[in-house]
Structure formats: structure tokens, C-alpha cells
């Protein structure tokens, strides 16, 4: 052997034996000492809050990561009155600079795994509605403080968290868990964590963000309600979300929901297969100011609404009209068009002396409504929609909401229909039978403000004849038929067609204390009369 390749060789052992020194220096020595100082660094940037236990913990020079087994944090008893419990089966730490890290104290690496995170947390009970309510924003900012203390800065290009569970409650409402989601996956791309990103207010500090959240169920604080959801898919790369098989299910049957909640109200069943948000502005976003997107489209809606009227009315209700309905919305929300397609939706009611509810259906539903906004007040909100009632007739309006007003404009159309369908809606809620009669068109247009609506209805219709009904018994005694004779030879106008048929006149005065969908029918329903001759 000549005398260079001795000393190549020699170089070479020298250097294996140099770094196997090293690893062994970091496995036997070294682990133990970064486990310490990460778990006091920790501890002393927590204020001492947290427990931060890592069972394994193995360092690789060659591979350049870093791998932590069975993680668990937790706050410590009575330190905070919140409570925090999270496990990680193993975070894995891949492309670490070691350099740049023990010389200025910056992390640069490639990626970061967590595997099979579950978090159980419990938030800080509220004294007072004083208190100031903590923004999404804000739990960012001290998560990045927190980090700071521990290193000058942390740049990943990826960190993807695999199987994400997560609990959460809140100690004053009643229900074991207000929010739960599992089976669940987070991926961030290009994180950047520095002393500038106190001031930036970004929610998460990445440039790209996927998100998959699975089985999600959130529960109301007053146990009525859960609402859950398959999946959520959010990409800020494509800007679209996907929500799938979204639920809102009542906790309680229909007496046992009236008796809860003491007073008339609906209570409303629904699923709706699919929906997209498309376009959305990420950067508004992230930022927590505001929800921005060109459109949604919600496919296949189903909607059941009961409304028990033998309870007594809720007392001081005002609700609102459509345009303070837009400004109440608790967060700033500009979507250009809402859609929405194959929609189904029941009303049903019950009033008092009624052995059953009396409904109306509307399927088919086709909707758009734009702009769907509480940002720009100047615009013109517009609502079109086309349905079927009672599987028998296509009914299309349109309504309009201008800007800075009360006001109201509505247009409709309803095509022919067998009057006798009405009458699973009648016998039940207005304790009337429809014996005969069918619709042959209708045509609408009402104007509303805050007080009074105004306007025309054009009902063509034939061969109309009506039974009133014992309220008792929902059947026609003596008496009723007598009325009912009267009402259908002097009242009633048993058809209304020709070259010149009557046009029945809008007339209504609103009831502040009930809803603008109350304020719609009976405005409409004062025209009917009209038309019919009431």
C-alpha cells in the first residue's frame, strides 16, 4: 500500500471514529442535556404553567434529526384556571441546521412531524361579560413569544400534524364537550416565527395551509342543538373550502324542546350534503378580519321546521328585518353569490286545539343571493328562488333589499295547482277545508318598510268551495256547515278568470314581535282575502 492511501485511510478511520465519538457522546451524554434544557427553557418561558414530560428522546447528528417519543403536556394544579391535557405518540424533527442552532441559537430545518396529537382543553371560566374576549390573533402572539424566549427564530418549510384529536370545553355551559374533532390532519408550509411576527396579527405564521378535519360535532351552551359535520378540507393554495354532510340536529324532542325552552319558537332539523366556498381571500383570513370569497354553494339542503304554537309567545321578541339581519352577523362576512341547489324544506305547526301539525313543503329549491355582505352598506341585497309547493306547483320570487333602508320589494309568480293540496296546511293550522277549486296562476308584488306593506295580488282560480271546521274536532258539524253554506254563497267568490278577473289589494300592518317571514305570509294572505272576496 503506498504511503498517500495509508494516510487517506488513516484520515478516513480518524473521521468515523471522530463522528461515531460524537454520536456517542449525544447518546450518551448530550440527549440527556438538550432533554433538560428544552424542558426548563420551556418552563421558564410557560411561567412555570405547564409539565412538560418527554419519555424518549434521540438525537442523530448523521440524519440530522431529532425524534421525541410519548409527549405529554399538561398545566399544573391550580397554577391557571384553565386546564390543558395533550399527548403526542412522537414528534419527529428531519434537516436540522446544528450548526446555525448552537452558534446563534436560530432553528432552520425541513420538516416537522407530530403523530397522533390529542388535546383536551377547558378554558378559563368568564367572571363577567366585561371581560375582553381573547381573538384568534391573540393566542398566535403568545404562542410566538413563548417560542422567542426559547430560540431567536424558527424557520420550517413543512410541518405536517397526522391523526389530530382534539376536545374542548368550557366550564360554565353544561354540556361535557362543546367542540370535538378526530382522525384529523394539519399541514403548514413555509413557517416563519421571528421577532416581526408579534406585529403581523397572522393567525397561523405559514404562507400555504391544508387542513382536514374529520367527525366534528360542536354542541350549543344551552343543549338544543349539535351540529356536526364528515369533513372539513380548507387549501389556501387552491383558496377553496369543502365542507361535507353538514348536520344540526336537536338534542330533545318536540315537547320535550318546547318545554326547555319555556316559550314558541321552531325548532329546525337539517342536513345539507355539501358545501364549497371558492376564491376566498387568505390573507383577510389568516388575519382574522374578515371571511371574503366570490361564492358558496350549498348542494342539497334539507330543512325541517317545527313550530309549536301552544306555548305561550316569547316575551320582548324583536326580531329583525332582513338588512339588520345581514349587520348583526358577529364577524365582517362580503361573499359575492350565495347559491344554493335541490334544497327541500317543511314548516310544520301546531296550534292550539290541534290534534296534529299542519305543513307546507317546498322542494326543488333553486336560490341565489347576492351580495351575501355586512361590509358595504351602499349595495343592494337581492334574494331570487324558485321552488315547488306541496309537489304541485312552481312558485319564483324575488326579493330586494336596498341599501341604508328598512325597505322591502317582493315579486312572485305561482303556476296552476289543485287547490285541495293546501289543505294539509289548513285543516290542521287554519281549520278549513278546501272541498274544491284550482288555481290557475298567481301573480304578486308587495312593498314593505319597517311598519306597513303595500300592494297587489292577482289570483286566477276556478271553481272554489270551502268547509269550516270544528275547532274541536277538525270535522263539520251543523253548524259549520251552515257557515260554511253562507260563506261559500256570499262570501267567497267561487271563481275569479275572464278577460277581467278582480286583483286583490295588499294591505297589513307589521307586528313588530314577529319575524319578517310572519310579516311576508300575512302581507301576502291580505291580499288573498281580497282576491277571494274576504
Not at 409539565?51 to 424518549?56: A, F, P, R, V, Y
Request: aromatic share 8%; hydrophobic share 35%; with cysteine.
Amino acid at each position: 500500500m503506498k504511503h498517500y492511501q495509508k494516510i487517506l485511510l488513516g484520515l478516513l478511520a480518524g473521521t468515523v471514529l471522530f463522528i461515531g465519538g460524537i454520536q456517542i457522546y449525544f447518546n450518551f451524554f448530550l440527549e440527556d442535556h438538550l432533554q433538560k434544557t428544552l424542558t426548563n427553557r420551556f418552563d421558564h418561558a410557560t411561567s412555570s404553567i405547564y409539565k412538560l414530560d418527554i419519555s424518549e428522546f434521540e438525537l442523530e447528528i448523521l440524519g440530522r434529526q431529532l425524534n421525541m417519543k410519548d409527549i405529554r403536556l399538561s398545566t399544573k394544579q391550580d397554577s391557571v384556571d384553565y386546564k390543558l391535557r395533550a399527548t403526542l405518540d412522537a414528534l419527529n424533527v428531519r434537516g436540522i441546521g446544528f450548526l446555525k442552532l448552537l452558534i446563534s441559537q436560530q432553528l432552520s430545518l425541513q420538516e416537522v412531524e407530530l403523530v397522533n396529537p390529542s388535546i383536551n382543553f377547558t378554558a378559563a371560566k368568564q367572571q363577567n361579560t366585561t371581560n375582553r374576549q381573547l381573538k384568534l390573533t391573540d393566542y398566535s402572539k403568545r404562542l410566538s413569544e413563548i417560542t422567542l424566549q426559547v430560540l431567536e427564530n424558527v424557520k420550517i418549510p413543512h410541518l405536517a400534524a397526522q391523526g389530530l384529536s382534539v376536545k374542548y370545553n368550557r366550564p360554565e355551559f353544561p354540556v361535557d364537550t362543546l367542540l370535538s374533532f378526530k382522525d384529523s390532519y394539519i399541514q403548514l408550509y413555509d413557517i416563519t416565527i421571528d421577532s416581526t411576527l408579534i406585529k403581523d396579527k397572522r393567525v397561523l405564521p405559514a404562507d400555504n395551509i391544508t387542513t382536514v378535519f374529520r367527525d366534528i360535532h360542536l354542541k350549543t351552551a344551552n343543549e338544543l342543538y349539535e351540529l356536526s359535520a364528515d369533513k372539513l378540507h380548507f387549501n389556501s393554495d387552491s383558496q377553496q373550502l369543502n365542507i361535507q354532510s353538514l348536520k344540526l340536529v336537536p338534542e330533545l324532542n318536540k315537547e320535550a324542546f318546547a318545554h326547555k325552552v319555556g316559550h314558541e319558537t321552531d325548532r329546525i332539523t337539517m342536513t345539507i350534503d355539501e358545501i364549497n366556498c371558492r376564491k376566498i381571500n387568505i390573507s383577510n383570513l389568516n388575519r382574522a378580519e374578515q371571511i371574503q370569497a366570490q361564492q358558496i354553494s350549498v348542494k342539497k339542503p334539507d330543512i325541517d321546521i317545527y313550530r309549536d304554537k301552544r306555548p305561550p309567545f316569547p316575551p320582548n321578541n324583536r326580531p329583525p328585518l332582513p338588512r339588520q339581519m345581514f349587520r348583526n352577523i358577529p364577524f365582517p362576512v362580503d361573499i359575492d353569490t350565495v347559491t344554493i341547489a335541490e334544497g327541500n324544506i317543511r314548516y310544520s305547526e301546531r296550534v292550539p286545539k290541534a290534534d296534529k301539525a299542519g305543513f307546507v313543503t317546498f322542494a326543488d329549491l333553486k336560490a341565489q343571493i347576492y351580495p351575501f355582505s355586512n361590509l358595504n352598506q351602499q349595495q343592494t341585497i337581492t334574494l331570487t328562488a324558485q321552488t315547488n309547493i306541496m309537489d304541485q306547483a312552481k312558485l319564483q320570487a324575488h326579493f330586494s333589499f336596498p341599501a341604508n333602508t328598512s325597505k322591502q320589494h317582493i315579486k312572485g309568480n305561482l303556476q296552476s295547482m289543485d287547490m285541495t293540496s293546501l289543505n294539509k296546511a289548513l285543516i290542521p293550522m287554519a281549520f278549513i277545508r278546501i272541498d274544491e277549486g284550482k288555481i290557475m296562476d298567481m301573480d304578486f308584488e308587495i312593498k314593505l318598510n319597517k311598519k306597513h306593506s303595500k300592494g297587489t295580488v292577482m289570483l286566477r282560480y276556478k271553481d272554489l268551495k270551502v268547509s269550516l271546521l270544528n275547532k274541536e274536532t277538525s270535522e263539520e258539524n251543523f253548524g259549520d256547515k251552515l257557515k260554511s253554506l253562507l260563506a261559500n254563497t256570499f262570501a267567497v267568490k267561487s271563481s275569479n278568470t275572464g278577460d277581467d278577473p278582480r286583483t286583490g289589494s295588499i294591505n297589513f300592518e307589521r307586528d313588530p314581535q314577529k319575524s319578517v317571514f310572519n310579516y311576508w305570509w300575512k302581507s301576502l294572505l291580505s291580499g288573498l282575502k281580497s282576491s277571494l272576496g274576504l
